[in-house]
């Protein structure tokens, strides 16, 4: 276990073993990493805490087409990466697949959130991001929930489905930090996606977990209540 090895690495650094909190999990309440050594090789990774967002490998969310995207989102943070019908929806990060919506349920009459996403399918990244992509036009064969995935895995297909009906095709992206099931308002997206989707996109390799781990502690809880276009 990394906790094992950091106290190991950092037997002399006695307050910062005491940091060493179980990984994994949802939420992340404490995000832990503060004072890094300022000396000794392994100090990044010390610092990084948990789940190492540096051993995580991003990759674009679309594979195979061309896309577009800008900053901004209606009412809440997250990312509508406009591409054809179609186009290949892969795992921008190594994880377990979460919640999956194979059908879509969604009308304009009772406009509920949680069908408003069509089909559309959430990866837990080892890195503790929770990565959401809907509108989906179909699902990969195999992705249920639990499933295993490494960056680049082809989770479905671009599409419209829910309340994307009637515009362009796009895949929502959102990022959020776990919760249990049925959570859409948390789920749809809590931290803005553009830096991170832009580095990807460029060949960087950026991490969204800290940034999610901070809005989990300025929320207070890992289910607020939807306060908005709820
Ligand atoms: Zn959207």
Same mark, same amino acid.
């Given at each position: 276990?990394?906790?094992?090895?950091?106290?190991?690495?950092?037997?002399? *650094?006695? @307050?910062?073993? #005491? =940091?060493?909190?179980? &990984?994994?999990g /949802?939420?992340?309440?404490?995000?832990?990493p503060?004072?890094?050594?300022?000396?000794?090789?392994?100090a990044?990774t010390v610092?990084?805490?948990?789940?190492s967002?540096?051993?995580?490998?991003?990759?674009?969310?679309?594979?195979?087409?061309r896309?577009?995207f800008?900053?901004?989102?209606?009412?809440?943070?997250?990312?509508?990466?406009?591409?054809?019908?179609?186009?290949? *929806?892969? @795992?921008?990060? #190594? =994880?377990?697949?979460? &919640?999956?919506? /194979?059908?879509?349920?969604?009308?304009?009459?009772s406009n509920r959130?949680?069908e408003?996403?069509?089909?559309?399918i959430s990866?837990?990244?080892?890195?503790?991001v929770?990565?959401?992509g809907?509108?989906?036009?179909?699902?990969?064969?195999?992705?249920?929930?639990?499933?295993?995935?490494?960056?680049?895995r082809?989770?479905?297909?671009?599409g419209?489905?829910?309340?994307? *009906?009637?515009?362009?095709?796009?895949?929502?992206?959102?990022l959020?930090?776990?919760?249990?099931?049925?959570?859409?308002w948390?789920?749809?997206?809590?931290?803005?996606?553009w830096?991170?989707?832009?580095s990807?996109?460029?060949?960087?390799?950026?991490?969204?977990?800290?940034?999610?781990r901070?809005?989990?502690?300025?929320?207070?809880?890992?289910?607020?209540?939807?306060?908005?276009?709820?």
């Open positions: 276990m990394p906790c094992r090895r950091l106290v190991a690495v950092l037997a002399a *650094v006695a @307050a910062l073993a #005491a =940091g060493c909190s179980p &990984e994994g /949802t939420g992340g309440s404490s995000p832990a503060t004072a890094a050594p300022t000396s000794g090789a392994p990044g610092a990084t805490g948990t789940t967002p540096q051993a995580a490998r991003y990759t674009f969310p679309l594979r195979g087409c896309f577009s800008s900053h901004g989102h209606h009412d809440y943070p997250a990312t509508d990466i406009f591409a054809p019908r179609g186009c290949t *929806v892969v @795992a921008p990060v #190594a =994880g377990m697949v979460d &919640e999956v919506t /194979t059908s879509d349920r969604w009308s304009s009459r959130g949680a408003r996403g069509g089909l559309s990866v837990v990244g080892v890195d503790g929770r990565y959401y809907s509108h989906l036009s179909s699902l990969a064969a195999g992705v249920v929930h639990g499933t295993r995935v490494d960056a680049g082809p989770l479905g297909r671009v419209n489905s829910g309340d994307a *009906v009637g515009v362009p095709s796009h895949l929502h992206f959102g959020s930090w776990p919760t249990g099931p049925g959570v859409w948390i789920r749809r997206g809590v931290v803005d996606p830096p991170f989707l832009t990807w996109r460029d060949g960087g390799n950026r991490s969204p977990a800290a940034a999610v901070a809005a989990r502690v300025r929320a207070g809880s890992s289910t607020p209540p939807c306060s908005v276009n709820c």
